[in-house]
């Protein structure tokens, strides 16, 4: 017998027994109470803002300063009797109403051009040219255009809120287009897909997680541009929303009441990301797959 014939003996055969499951131990180890509750987000996110409400409140207490920096206690009693007793609430829904509309027409816009975009070279060439000349423009900038334009009023503040969401949300969904694989391409040319049909049924799904982000990117753009522009005509035509709510206070020294105006769209901007945007984040990308 060879060496390589002697080393190539096969071993022999031999049997385990089975052991019992409760001779192996401990399998899944029970999660405590604390573990249990954690597992949940907005267990966890409260946790942080209460975290976050108790160094403000320690801070503000500290340096005993209510012109300065009131107390969140301060702040929740402020923004309580502004809701009851003062024009809080009124002021919010003004901003939230032309908050939506600026947004809405923004997104509608930003959806033509990039469509075009992924429809034709001369759309993409338009699109990256705007996205270049416009982007990097502040929405604030082109306020003393809207006075000039639509007057003082609603269509400027939309006006605004529209160059805000509008780049933000067409960069986003471009860059989601054109990320998309060209092995989903070819599978939606392969189907017969074209135009319209071919955009929202291949690259918009594809692509949604770029879209959402940019939908949220453009959402927190409409509410700066809309607080600042809201600071600006409200000086001038004494009304508006939570702007103008903000800088009158301001004016009369009444600091609590500014943070509660504050406060309102911290609020406000936590409900949206909070409910709406999660909901569609969890019944979309977190549904297909797409998303942690």
């Known amino acids: 017998m060879s060496t390589l014939a002697r080393q190539l003996v096969p071993r022999p055969n031999y049997e385990r027994q089975l052991?019992?499951?409760?001779?192996?131990?401990?399998?899944?180890?029970?999660?405590?109470?604390?573990?249990?509750?954690?597992?949940?987000?907005?267990?966890?996110?409260?946790?942080?803002?209460?975290?976050?409400?108790?160094?403000?409140?320690?801070?503000?207490?500290?340096?005993?300063?209510?012109?300065?920096?009131?107390?969140?206690?301060?702040?929740?009693?402020?923004?309580?009797?502004?809701?009851?007793?003062?024009?809080?609430?009124?002021?919010?829904?003004?901003?939230?109403?032309?908050?939506?509309?600026?947004?809405?027409?923004?997104?509608?816009?930003?959806?033509?051009?990039?469509?075009?975009?992924?429809?034709?070279?001369?759309?993409?060439?338009?699109?990256?040219?705007?996205?270049?000349?416009?982007?990097?423009?502040?929405?604030?900038a082109l306020l003393p255009l809207a006075l000039l334009w639509f007057g003082i009023g609603p269509p400027s503040i939309i006006f605004v809120i529209v160059h805000s969401v509008l780049w933000a949300v067409a960069v986003n969904t471009h860059s989601g287009f054109r990320s998309v694989s060209e092995t989903t391409r070819m599978a939606g040319q392969s189907f017969g897909l074209k135009g319209l049909g071919y955009i929202f049924g291949i690259l918009v799904p594809a692509a949604f997680p770029s879209i959402l982000s940019g939908l949220k990117i453009g959402w927190a753009f409409a509410w700066r541009t809309l607080i600042a522009a809201e600071l600006v005509f409200g000086a001038t035509s004494r009304s508006g929303g939570l702007g103008w709510f903000i800088f009158e206070n301001r004016n009369s020294l009444e600091t609590p009441a500014v943070f509660a105006g504050l406060l309102t769209v911290i609020l406000l901007g936590l409900f949206v990301e909070g409910v709406v945007f999660s909901t569609i984040e969890r019944r979309s990308v977190r549904r297909w797959g797409m998303q942690r």
């Open 19 to 140: 052991q019992s499951t409760a001779a192996i131990g401990e399998i899944k180890r029970p999660l405590t109470p604390f573990q249990k509750i954690a597992k949940f987000a907005v267990v966890r996110k409260t946790l942080i803002l209460v975290c976050l409400a108790l160094i403000w409140q320690v801070y503000a207490v500290s340096i005993d300063n209510e012109l300065m920096l009131p107390s969140f206690t301060s702040t929740l009693q402020a923004l309580w009797d502004a809701v009851v007793h003062g024009p809080l609430l009124q002021r919010a829904l003004y901003s939230f109403e032309i908050l939506v509309t600026g947004y809405a027409i923004g997104v509608l816009l930003a959806g033509v051009l990039v469509s075009a975009s992924v429809s034709t070279q001369l759309g993409n060439d338009l699109l990256s040219l705007l996205t270049a000349m416009f982007n990097p423009l502040p929405a604030i």
